[in-house]
């Protein structure tokens, strides 16, 4: 319960600091760019930076249950549950949307942050609790090595 209730402070805290980015990132930005940007890149340039802001933003709302994850959990069931899936479902996202333009994989930041944050509150309130044998027997990580290990190699062992 200290966790969610820290996890709350904190994402106050984060969504006073998104407010206060987009407030100060347009004269920021023009500053920075001392008359290099037309009105038209610097419009674009703020439509990119939002779209990353919410990314960071929701990446940095599940910041201390993912520390508290990494104290009390084995690091072996995180790396397996959260950060591979989430390094493949990020490169085929990012890769996807990078071909349709930039655009399109700014506001890929929010899905794949949103999916990070999906896959570290799965974690917490469902495998969390379970000793490491018992966690890879559950559906999740058999339905993962379905996908990620060959048919030919599954049915030899």
Known sequence: KR?????AF???ICLLLFAAGLILAQPLIQFLAKGKLTASSLEQTMTYFKYQLAGVLIFCC????STYLGIRSSLKNLFIFISLPWFVLS??????A???GPL???KMNVIVY?????????FYFFEASLDSSALLRTK???TLLRFAVPKRLRRSS
Request: charged share 5%; proline share 3%.
């Open 10 to 12: 904190f994402i106050l």
């Open 114 to 122: 949103a999916i990070h944050a999906l896959l570290v509150v799965k």
């Open 62 to 65: 599940v910041f201390p249950m």
């Open 140 to 142: 999740y990580f058999k």
């Open 3 to 7: 966790v969610l209730f820290y996890n």
């Open 91 to 96: 490169i085929a996202l990012y890769f996807w």
């Open 104 to 106: 399109l994989a700014a």
């Open 98 to 100: 990078a071909s349709y």
